[in-house]
């Protein structure tokens, strides 16, 4: 669903409203019906063709009472809620879909109904007002919609039945009684999704193949922007009609002009608007009178610059979606499809990129015109390009669902300056990732490049924690800068990903194949050694002081002849996965020679292995390095460019090949006890409350997590509490505002017997005493003193919600930092990937001799957490440390642990807030 802020729209029915998109790509308005609205509803039902009227009203209807109307649009929305679905057309407003229920008796119970303008049926109007109407229904305690459709009512009935929502039908007198449960299941998120995404896909089709163009600004001079976009449309063959559009000229750069987009007279499918930011308002609106389907905002002056421009920026949105209509921009560069039957460059950039099978969106409109620039020196070649701007409306969710289908695209880049919604993107870039690479570039790593980013773009503050999390789960390959982007796009566009992480490498110097080989070891590839049956043909015609040792260094004097069969050799060798060629210009031999020679060896390396090359030459690559068979090769600058796109593309194919994973749900047993805890915390709080132990433990061990035995007690009594734990104990300090307790010295290990029990509590007293702390009580827990310390936690994140975390644990883990995090929910496959991802995984493993932990253990404690966040929504911060991995198969233990929740509302609101 595409609402219009990142928070979701509010419960209270009254006053419910949210943009949404139809399957035709059309955008509408869906909110509360209004008691002003009785004039409109009136124009909708006298739009409803005799047969509408009879399906809904079960007879003939030729009006409506002033009672009637009244009755239908003042509601107490408790028994009776109505929503409807509007488009405005540049003057007014108008009502072309109802939707409503009703309850009668049963509280839990209410009959639903729509109507839909015929002229807009079968756009999926009311399939959107019932997944509204739903989750109104929930909130209010219904459970069940009923409807009685008449048998011919085929699209009502394919609505209820197509909704994802478990349904039950009996037919009788030619009327179908359906009966709709009103709670999401798997199948109703599952099929909301997939209509969202396909109406977010023909949305952009609207937007990126147009059959005209109005371009609001056009000037006859090339230099300015209305004038370089028309020039641009123009000599790159739009296939379309080109109207552009100034008051102040008959005809522009050889075009008829007009005064305005709604006298041109003729069919306007996209409008690119170049007017300065207060004529932008006015510009738009006529775009709605003359029914254009998308509009390009070029001009800047909106909510990258202050908080009026902020809320021009939302008006604008307002009107544009209020409209029908997608918006790209404000503040961008413009789109481009090189498709040959569209040919669209309507952007400012002066010179446009070669054809090809790469799709780009970026944020920034200055950064676009150098990735178009950059793309052409690489010869990456471009199916589609969109310069998101300040993202208003159009963001790369919205492209990533087009792009998802699009034949054209083979490759994704995105350079993203914030996160958008990531929770859309988590759903949309994994099953896409899977069938085409995404590369992105995710600016505002850093505290200083976050604020650089909210002065570039307005956008919003992310945690870069978060973003890592998203883009690992999704298969997005992460790169650091815009090289680095081009280096990864150059490679898995050009050739395939490898299997696996050995490479050959073959180099005519033996320091550039020494800097490669350390490069693949610091990005988990191998340069291993080659077979035997390989060395022994490479040494029969390779020089003696060749190096055999892989990188096979064939020294300076190496010719085409031996280039060509050397990589020819290593490629084909079994031992190996990849194969780069490393070329630095010596004397002997002309750069030109060697890249055909390198070219032709190429071509008999199987095609399922990537070929690289690497020339050392400030000229670059000679054009016959792509005159191969395997065609264009990926060549780069310095051998660990090769190595990080070859290993950031090997990572990529891990994640291809691994298991999609499962995710762990708790027992409703469990739930009931977790949520009896939680509520009763909860109760009468308006603010954040930490657990005491006792309901940690509790909360933990229905979540199936294993804690030490634990006792709470009083100074006076710990001796008979710990007769009854069992020694060797520890004692910790119970204190308001204490969360890190051996920083204030609130824990004594080690204690054997019941006069070192008894000692310790007294100190614990006395060190809090001194600190001016009050004392609630003393925690006595067993002592487990063996396993490796590990830390697992959630982190609740105002952008991408619950981050799960994995590391290295005790009393050092901040100074550390080894830790991987990854979004809720958590599969077994993530689980198993983040304990992998930490240097934790070496202690696991048994290091230097050590005894290894139970790994499984600690991914089962990942899951249980995860498990945990989707039981308790109201968990801010939870933190296993340490947690105790104790030897295979002994499982793990929590020593430590600390949660915090909070009201819903407040959670709710922090995020709108952020």
Avoid at 344 to 354: E, G, R, S, W
Avoid at 518 to 527: H, I, T
Avoid at 722 to 750: C, N, S
Wanted: glycine share 8%.
């Amino acid at each position: 669903m595409n609402y219009t802020s990142e928070s979701r729209p509010e419960l209270d029915p009254r006053h419910y409203a949210v943009n949404e998109i139809l399957r035709d790509g059309t955008s509408i308005h869906i909110r509360a019906i209004r008691p002003d609205d009785k004039v409109r509803l009136l124009e909708h039902f006298t739009g409803l063709s005799p047969q509408s009227r009879y399906q809904r009203f079960f007879g003939t209807k030729r009006a409506l009472t002033r009672d009637e109307l009244k009755s239908l649009t003042e509601l107490d929305f408790q028994t009776h809620v109505a929503l409807v679905a509007t488009l405005f057309d540049g003057v007014e407003e108008k009502i072309i879909g109802v939707g409503r229920y009703i309850v009668d008796k049963d509280p839990a119970r209410a009959e639903v109904a729509f109507a839909v303008l015929d002229e807009y049926q079968g756009r999926g109007i009311g399939t959107l007002l019932l997944e509204h109407l739903s989750r109104i229904a929930r909130a209010g305690g219904v459970t069940e919609f009923e409807a009685n459709v008449l048998a011919g009512n085929r699209r009502m009935l394919d609505v209820l039945g197509e909704s994802g929502f478990p349904v039950k039908r009996s037919m009788e007198s030619g009327v179908v009684h359906v009966s709709l449960l009103t709670k999401e299941t798997e199948q109703s998120i599952l099929a909301s999704e997939e209509r969202e995404q396909k109406a977010a896909a023909m949305s952009m089709a609207r937007v990126l193949k147009p059959r005209s163009v109005a371009i609001i600004g056009a000037s006859r001079d090339p230099h300015k922007i209305g004038g370089a976009i028309v020039a641009n449309m123009k000599r790159d063959g739009f296939t379309g009609v080109i109207y552009p559009i100034n008051p102040n000229c008959p005809e522009v750069q050889g075009l008829k002009a007009f005064a305005s987009v709604s006298e041109v007279g003729a069919p306007v499918d996209l409008a690119v608007v170049t007017v300065s930011a207060p004529l932008v308002e006015s510009a738009v609106a006529d775009c709605a009178r003359a029914g254009v389907a998308g509009v390009v905002v070029i001009s800047a002056g909106f909510a990258e610059v202050s908080e009026q421009g902020r809320e021009a920026e939302r008006k604008l949105l307002e009107l544009a979606r209020a409209s029908g209509m997608r918006m790209v921009g404000p503040n961008c560069m413009g789109i481009i499809n090189t498709e040959p039957s569209v040919s669209l460059n309507a952007t400012f950039a002066p010179v446009p990129p070669p054809r090809g099978h790469v799709g780009m969106f970026s944020e920034s409109g200055a950064l676009g015109i150098a990735v178009l620039d950059y793309a052409r020196a690489r010869h990456l070649g471009v199916s589609t390009f969109v310069s998101g701007g300040n993202r208003a409306d159009v963001s790369s969710n919205d492209l990533l669902a087009y792009w998802a289908d699009d034949d054209d695209t083979a490759v994704i880049v995105l350079y993203l300056e914030s996160s958008g919604n990531p929770r859309k993107f988590s759903h949309l870039a994994p099953a896409i990732a899977r069938r085409k690479p995404i590369v992105a570039v995710k600016a505002g790593r850093t505290v200083a490049g976050t604020r650089a980013a909210q002065s570039h773009s307005a956008a919003l503050a992310s945690s870069d924690v978060g973003a890592d999390a998203l883009f690992e789960q999704a298969g997005v390959i992460r790169t650091n800068t815009l090289v680095e982007m081009f280096d990864v796009v150059t490679m898995v566009s050009q050739q395939p990903v490898p299997k696996g992480p050995r490479v050959g490498v073959v180099t005519n110097a033996g320091g550039p194949g020494i800097l490669f080989a350390d490069g693949c070891e610091a990005r988990g590839l191998s340069v291993p050694q080659l077979a035997p049956k390989t060395l022994l043909e490479l040494r029969s015609f390779l020089s003696e002081r060749a190096g055999f040792a892989n990188p096979i260094d064939m020294t300076a004097n190496a010719g085409p002849m031996e280039f060509e069969r050397t990589v020819a050799l290593v490629g084909n060798d079994p031992n190996v996965d990849a194969l780069v060629a490393i070329y630095i210009p010596p004397m002997v031999t002309q750069p030109e020679a060697a890249a055909a020679a390198i070219a032709r060896g190429a071509g008999n390396v199987p095609g399922d292995k990537p070929v690289l090359t690497v020339f050392l030459s400030s000229a670059g690559a000679p054009a016959a390095l792509n005159s191969g068979p395997r065609g264009v090769l990926p060549c780069y600058e310095f051998p660990e460019n090769a190595a990080m796109a070859l290993g950031a593309a090997y990572r990529y194919g891990r994640w291809l090949a691994r298991p999609q994973g499962r995710t762990l749900t708790l027992s409703p047993f469990a739930r009931a006890t977790i949520r009896a805890v939680i509520d009763r915390v909860l109760d009468g709080a308006s603010e954040p409350v930490w657990l005491e132990p006792d309901d940690v433990a509790l909360v933990l061990r229905a979540a199936g997590i294993e804690s030490a035995r634990a006792e709470r007690t009083t100074v006076e009594n710990v001796a008979e509490a710990a007769e009854r734990l069992g020694y060797p104990l520890v004692a910790k300090v119970i204190a308001p505002g204490i969360v890190h307790k051996t920083e204030v010295g609130g824990v004594v290990m080690g204690l054997e017997n019941a006069s070192e029990v008894t000692a310790a509590a007294a100190t614990l007293a006395q060190r809090m005493q001194a600190r001016g702390v009050r004392l609630d009580g003393i925690l006595l827990q067993q002592e487990v003193r063996e396993g490796i310390e590990a830390l697992v936690g959630v982190a609740s994140d105002p952008t991408f919600g619950p981050l799960i975390g994995c590391g290295t644990g005790g009393v050092m883990a901040e100074l550390m930092r080894d830790v991987s995090f990854r979004l809720h929910p958590v599969t077994d496959a993530d689980a198993a990937e983040m304990v992998d991802s930490v240097r934790l995984k070496r202690l696991l493993d048994g290091y230097r001799g050590a005894e290894p932990g139970d790994r499984q253990a600690l991914v089962g404690v990942i899951m249980s957490v995860s498990a945990l966040v989707e039981a308790v929504p109201e968990l801010t911060e939870l933190d296993l440390n340490p947690l105790k991995v104790l030897p295979p198969g002994k499982g793990a233990i929590v020593i430590d642990a600390r949660m915090r929740v909070r009201p819903l509302a407040t959670a709710r609101a922090s995020r709108r807030a952020a």
